[in-house]
């Protein structure tokens, strides 16, 4: 379908979700990639959101189904290294990205910061898209295209592995 044959419903429509939840996708593309790439990958999300609007199923919730497009838009950038050692340095170089950002954005305590720099990717994403984001379990579940109870248990380990990262033991201190 080309945007000539859109009805001006669905442009209107598309037109008030970017305005609304552009910043937010700009804020989450900022604490995944470099900040010098996130207003290009940030148009790629709108790009693919408009290619793909008649998937969205909820026109009220607009925003899980963004950061799903968000989430996949970085994945693939970062797979699509062509050697496994620039893969292996782009994954530390996007773990170097989120544990910069933590530094900079968050209002963390310098324990919690150390413990979260700890975490995989997938633990941190999945922790901040419910601190951060403020997604609850169903949006989670939509934004990484998962069931809400697989969305329930990865956030339940990952806060397990995030308060055994707080332990006296695993920061270093006695």
């Not at 709108?46 to 925003?63: C, D, T």
């Not at 340095?89 to 989120?98: P, S």
Request: net charge negative.
């Amino acid at each position: 379908m080309t945007s000539d044959s859109r009805s001006s419903h669905d442009q209107a429509a598309f037109t008030t979700i970017y305005r609304e939840h552009y910043p937010q996708i700009l804020a989450y593309l900022r604490r995944r990639v470099a900040a010098a790439a996130a207003e290009e990958y940030c148009a790629d999300v709108f790009g693919r959101a408009w290619a793909n609007f008649s998937s969205l199923h909820n026109p009220q919730r607009p925003l899980p189904w963004l950061y799903g497009i968000a989430g996949n838009v970085v994945k693939e950038y970062y797979r699509g290294k062509s050697s496994r050692q620039d893969h292996v340095e782009e994954e530390a170089e996007l773990d170097q990205i989120a544990a910069d950002d933590f530094s900079q954005v968050a209002d963390l305590s310098l324990d919690i910061n150390r413990a979260l720099n700890t975490l995989p990717f997938a633990d941190r994403d999945i922790i901040t898209l419910h601190a951060w984001e403020q997604l609850s379990i169903p949006d989670i579940a939509a934004s990484l295209g998962i069931t809400e109870n697989n969305a329930r248990v990865k956030l339940h380990r990952a806060r397990t592995r995030l308060k055994e990262a707080l332990e006296p033991e695993n920061l270093g201190r006695p």
